[in-house]
């Protein structure tokens, strides 16, 4: 199957995506434009990323002593990409970007993660350089983000540390002033960093000319000691390989490299940044994991030990900054679950097509003297079919409306604009953590539909698994999330960012209750919304945290199930609008699934919602002796 009839379906019928091109930023665009970067997107995901899935599952990258070793389709797959301009494709002209709307990029993206999802680490490369833009110096922005923006130089987040792990408070890498006039550096005040970090995606490897990463680390204060908590941490630029930069050039670079007024960026002296180690994953084994060590001494600058960092933003404000890059990428992991869970599902329903075996119950029972039946004729694998639609595609369409909201806050009136960024802090827990549960769920049903073949090597499935089981931890756990989704996300700003998530699901219901095949849920949808504005209540009625986050999790699923009966609700209207005859089987498809959400997956809330409006300690409160 192609995914490209419902991603038009999703951009075009359901989200008004062509409207975008009436703001000033996309004037230049249209239609053709857009489907001509679907079409670059998918041809490169079909011939240099599908191909190699297997391959780069089997051949792990591995370090030889001196380098990572990684297949040459990663290679081939990361130079194609580059080439086609898709690490830039939202950046400005100027800094050689396509001006695309985010949503038309995260869609274009989505051919990628469903092809080989472990090939390529364009999405951190994207936000270490989205970051840099901006919170990054002008002569940040130049080197560094320019550079990754080409595909020349690639890009890392470094947060966690072997012995803090996500309790980013517990960071104790340090950096100190890298001596008299530091702070005057072109690059931004120079510091020495001295420090471990664990689990750095595509942290070594021989793809780029350089490997920039942006390392969180803690500034000691007068008395030479960490500050606790996260008050302390700093944001630094830490190049692999430090830069030689030129003056800018009159004119274009020779060689007609560069552009009018741009540097010229050569490489020096290897910093001090080593690899300690290869991390051997389950899953999404294409793309190397690392423990890196700075400033052990193994790579001495000027003779002295401590990797050469820059710093980003003001010192002790770093993780505000990096949050704009952690943000970026929960939406991307999001994406990815949903487009492995959506390969499944392809894969699965191919094989139900095709795979004879049983027959049909008659009143009399089965009949074995009549011929075999394709397994998609039975109820049960039809369930489970059915059951991965509503997911994937589900959630496809929540992770492109959250695009739709980034170029709403960057692009629309002021008022439109400053909703869009509350919409998208509370529904951004949701875009990380639903899919990553709920299309993992889908890729078991494809395992199951394929029987015991689907347990063996000889069908993708259960790849597809396996790099799916990452994205639960990826950038933040349920926990994590579901803690920022209650402790913080509809607390802030007096609760303005649910109030406006409930108008626009009111909104649907209103349109929904309508249209009398719609109605039922539409009136299904409006209790759930009641359902979770009253457990939010509940869950802080006593004004206690510890009480309030207990049953965070639950409360995030159903929170969470109930934006993706919403979703579903909103674009059963949009397919309706489209086809009010009910001809197409598309249509069809999407009136299915809307159903099978509400009859199956809706009523899942109660019991979620109930253990956290109740404020339910039984997980809180047993001693660990009694496990």
């Given at each position: 199957m192609?995914?490209?009839?419902?991603?038009?379906?999703?951009?075009?019928?359901?989200?008004?995506?062509?409207?975008?091109n009436q703001r000033e930023r996309f004037a230049d665009h249209s239609r053709e434009t857009f489907d001509a970067v679907f079409d670059t997107c998918e041809r490169i995901a079909r011939e240099k990323y599908a191909p190699f899935n297997r391959t780069v599952d089997t051949q792990e990258p591995h370090f030889d002593g001196e380098k990572v070793i990684l297949p040459q389709a990663t290679h081939d797959a990361q130079k194609a990409y580059a080439a086609s301009g898709m690490l830039s494709a939202a950046q400005d002209y100027e800094v050689g970007g396509m001006q695309l709307p985010y949503t038309v990029e995260a869609a274009a993206n989505a051919f990628?993660?469903?092809?080989?999802?472990?090939?390529g680490s364009g999405m951190l490369t994207t936000g270490n350089a989205n970051l840099l833009m901006v919170h990054g110096t002008d002569a940040q922005k130049d080197v560094f983000a320019r550079n990754e923006f080409s595909g020349r130089f690639s890009g890392t987040m470094c947060l966690s540390e072997p012995q803090?792990?996500?309790?980013?408070?517990?960071?104790?890498?340090r950096a100190v002033p890298d001596g008299e006039g530091f702070e005057a550096d072109p690059l931004g005040p120079r510091y020495r960093l001295k420090g471990n970090k664990m689990w750095i995606s595509a942290g070594e490897h021989e793809l780029t000319e350089n490997i920039i990463h942006l390392v969180l680390a803690k500034i000691p204060g007068p008395d030479g000691k960490l500050i606790s908590g996260t008050r302390g941490i700093s944001l630094f630029i830490v190049p692999k390989w430090l830069v030689n930069v030129e003056s800018p050039h009159p004119g274009p670079l020779p060689g007609g490299e560069g552009e009018k007024g741009s540097v010229k960026v050569t490489l020096g002296a290897r910093n001090d940044v080593a690899l300690a180690g290869l991390n051997h994953k389950l899953g999404w084994r294409g793309t190397t994991n690392t423990l890196l060590n700075f400033g052990e001494g193994k790579y001495p600058v000027n003779g002295e030990a401590g990797a050469i960092g820059y710093l980003v933003g003001k010192p002790h404000e770093g993780l505000r900054c990096m949050f704009h890059m952690m943000n970026e990428a929960r939406i991307g992991v999001g994406t990815a679950a949903t487009m492995l869970g959506m390969a499944g599902y392809y894969a699965s329903l191919d094989y139900a097509k095709n795979r004879p075996q049983g027959r049909p119950v008659g009143p009399g029972g089965k009949d074995a003297a009549q011929p075999q039946i394709r397994i998609i004729e039975h109820a049960d694998v039809k369930r489970m079919l059915l059951a991965q639609k509503a997911y994937c595609e589900g959630a496809l369409a929540l992770e492109l409306y959250c695009a739709r909201l980034?170029?709403?806050h960057h692009t629309a009136e002021p008022q439109a604009a400053d909703d869009?960024?509350?919409?998208?802090?509370v529904l951004t827990p949701i875009a990380k953590s639903w899919p990553s549960e709920w299309c993992?769920?889908?890729n078991s049903l494809a395992i199951q539909v394929h029987g015991g073949y689907g347990y063996t090597r000889d069908f993708p499935v259960e790849q597809y698994w396996r790099d799916n089981r990452l994205n639960?931890?990826?950038?933040?756990?349920h926990g994590i999330q579901a803690m920022d989704l209650l402790g913080r996300k509809v607390l802030m700003e007096g609760g303005r960012g649910l109030q406006l998530l409930g108008g626009r699901i009111s909104a649907t219901v209103e349109k929904a209750t309508r249209v009398p095949e719609l109605a039922s849920y539409a009136q299904a949808l409006g209790k759930a919304l009641q359902r979770v504005g009253s457990a939010t209540q509940a869950a802080w009625a006593s004004g206690q945290p510890g009480e309030a986050l207990a049953n965070a999790v639950p409360y995030m699923q159903g929170f969470g199930h109930t934006v993706l009966a919403w979703i579903w609700l909103d674009v059963a209207l949009a397919a309706l609008a489209a086809d009010s005859a009910k001809l197409m089987a598309a249509t069809l498809g999407r009136l299915a699934a809307t159903r099978y959400f509400y009859h199956y997956e809706l009523p899942k809330i109660d019991a979620w919602l109930r253990v956290a409006e109740t404020r339910d300690l039984t997980c809180a409160d047993l001693p660990e002796e009694a496990f």
């Open positions: 192609s995914l490209r009839p419902t991603l038009d379906f999703l951009l075009y019928q359901w989200l008004d995506a062509e409207s975008l990628f993660a469903m092809a080989s999802v472990s090939i803090a792990g996500s309790s980013l408070s517990d960071v104790v890498t980034v170029d709403e869009a960024r509350l919409l998208l802090e993992l769920e889908a639960m931890i990826h950038e933040g756990t």
